[in-house]
């Protein structure tokens, strides 16, 4: 697949990537032409395999290459130190300028908080894939493009749940859902144009990559998937074994 993938470019390759990751929020929406409810076990189960997918992904794919790519050592470490503290910030930063749906009375009102967090969280989802790809290692963005896939699946009927039980005709929920995952292509087009433009910058620009996904995977996607103490345990081994069928997929294709 790799070799097939090959003889297009990095950029064609991280927009294409970063239009799947999107789409796949609206992938999970259609979910609701089917059922009203879903298996709550279930979902902690994917949601927690999606955050070990990402995790290996975040670490085999970025951290790693960024280190490398930054001469090794001291510096790479530095440089990797940096930049996935400084993503972090940036996560961090946006969720404090966002306001909380507790600021705000009634459900449907919550409901497009909710729905506003999640379309700015997915833009460093984008850059990420973005990055991962301009890297010029096909398999690590392909490697982050199918975590983040598999994550907005779950993510993107979430979206359209709430808004079905507020009295959302089910096309509507679903093209809002499909909507927020659609700032993924933007960061995906912005993380493979500045690697374009320098190269220089790409050991940073992968570590800020890999510090905004860590703080969604530890912030959001754990603490949402392990909400339920019942599926604690078994989430948990979802978590694991998300993580190394990444690890393994992740060197050795």
């Not at 064609?12 to 992938?27: M, Y």
């Amino acid at each position: 697949m790799t070799e097939f993938l090959s003889q297009f470019n990095n950029f064609s390759l991280g927009i294409i990537a970063s239009v799947f990751t999107g789409l796949s929020a609206g992938i999970g929406a259609l979910l609701i032409l089917f059922t009203k409810k879903t298996s709550g076990k279930l979902m902690n189960g994917a949601l927690g395999a999606a955050a070990g997918i990402m995790m290996a992904a975040t670490s085999f794919s970025l951290v790693s290459p960024a280190i490398e790519s930054a001469g090794g050592g001291l510096k790479g470490a530095f440089v990797a130190l940096l930049g996935i503290l400084l993503g972090a910030v940036f996560l961090d930063v946006s969720d404090k300028v966002l306001p909380t749906s507790e600021s705000f009375s009634g459900s449907l009102r919550s409901t497009w908080i909710f729905i506003a967090a999640i379309t700015i969280h997915n833009f460093p989802e984008g850059l990420a894939v973005g990055v991962g790809f301009a890297g010029g290692n096909i398999t690590a963005g392909i490697a982050l493009a199918l975590g983040i896939g598999i994550q907005n699946i779950p993510e993107g009927l979430a979206v359209a749940l709430p808004l079905i039980k507020e009295g959302y005709p089910k096309w509507k929920a679903i093209l809002i859902a499909l909507l927020t995952g659609l700032t993924e292509p933007l960061g995906g087009l912005l993380g493979v144009s500045i690697i374009g433009l320098s190269t220089s910058i790409l050991p940073l620009a992968m570590a800020f990559a890999a510090g905004a996904m860590l703080f969604v995977i530890c912030h959001e996607i754990i603490p949402e998937a392990q909400e339920n103490v019942e599926n604690s345990k078994f989430t948990t081994y979802c978590i694991v074994i998300g993580f190394v069928i990444m690890m393994f997929l992740d060197n050795c294709f």
